[in-house]
C-alpha cells in the first residue's frame, strides 16, 4: 500500500512539473510576488496551434524591486520587439494575448524599479530556435531588463534574447 501511495505522490509532482501558465491560443498573465524578479522562462511551441505554452520561476537576486508597472503592448503582431524597462528596472511579469490570425502574440512587460541600477547589460544570444524549445535560467547575480524578440512568418514563431544585467554590489 506504501508503494502505491508514493507512485500516486510521484506521478502528481512530474504532472506538475508540466504545468504551464497558459493553453495554446490562449491568454498569458503572470507577475512575481512584491520584492521578487523573473528568475527562469521556459516556453514550448506547438506546430499544431503554432503558438507557445509558458512557465516562469520568480526569485530575489538582491536588486531591491520596488515600484511596478505594466506597459502596453511592447510590440505589434508579426513584428520586433526591443524592449528595456525604463532606468534599468527589473522584469518581474509578462502578460501577452495571441492571435490565430497572425499566428502571433503582442506582450505587456511588468516593469519595476530598482534601488541601484546596473550600468553593466548585455543582450544574451537567442534562448532559443524557431518552434523550438526555450529555457532561459537568469544567472546569479544577475538580472533581467529587458526582451528582444524576432518573428518568422515562415515558422509562424518568435525567437527571445534577453537583456541580462549585472546586481550591483
Not at 525604463?86 to 512587460?109: E, H, M
Request: proline fraction near 4%; glycine fraction near 6%; include cysteine.
Amino acid at each position: 500500500m506504501e508503494t502505491v501511495k508514493i507512485l500516486l505522490v510521484l506521478c502528481f509532482i512530474l504532472e506538475c512539473c508540466n504545468c504551464w501558465i497558459n493553453e495554446f491560443d490562449g491568454p498569458l498573465s503572470y507577475e512575481c510576488l512584491p520584492g521578487q524578479e523573473l528568475a527562469q522562462i521556459v516556453s514550448r511551441h506547438n506546430n499544431y496551434y503554432e503558438d507557445r505554452q509558458w512557465d516562469f520561476q520568480c526569485g530575489n537576486t538582491g536588486v531591491l524591486a520596488t515600484s511596478c508597472k505594466w506597459t502596453n503592448r511592447v510590440n505589434r503582431y508579426g513584428k520586433l520587439i526591443n524592449f528595456k524597462c525604463a532606468s534599468g528596472g527589473v522584469i518581474a511579469g509578462l502578460r501577452s494575448y495571441p492571435n490565430t490570425k497572425y499566428q502571433d502574440r503582442v506582450f505587456d512587460v511588468k516593469c519595476c524599479s530598482v534601488k541601484n541600477p546596473s550600468r553593466s547589460c548585455k543582450w544574451t544570444k537567442y534562448a532559443n530556435r524557431y518552434d523550438g524549445q526555450l529555457q532561459y535560467y537568469i544567472p546569479p547575480y544577475k538580472y533581467i531588463n529587458g526582451i528582444y524578440s524576432t518573428y518568422s512568418g515562415r515558422h509562424r514563431d518568435r525567437r527571445f534574447r534577453f537583456r541580462e544585467c549585472y546586481v550591483p554590489k
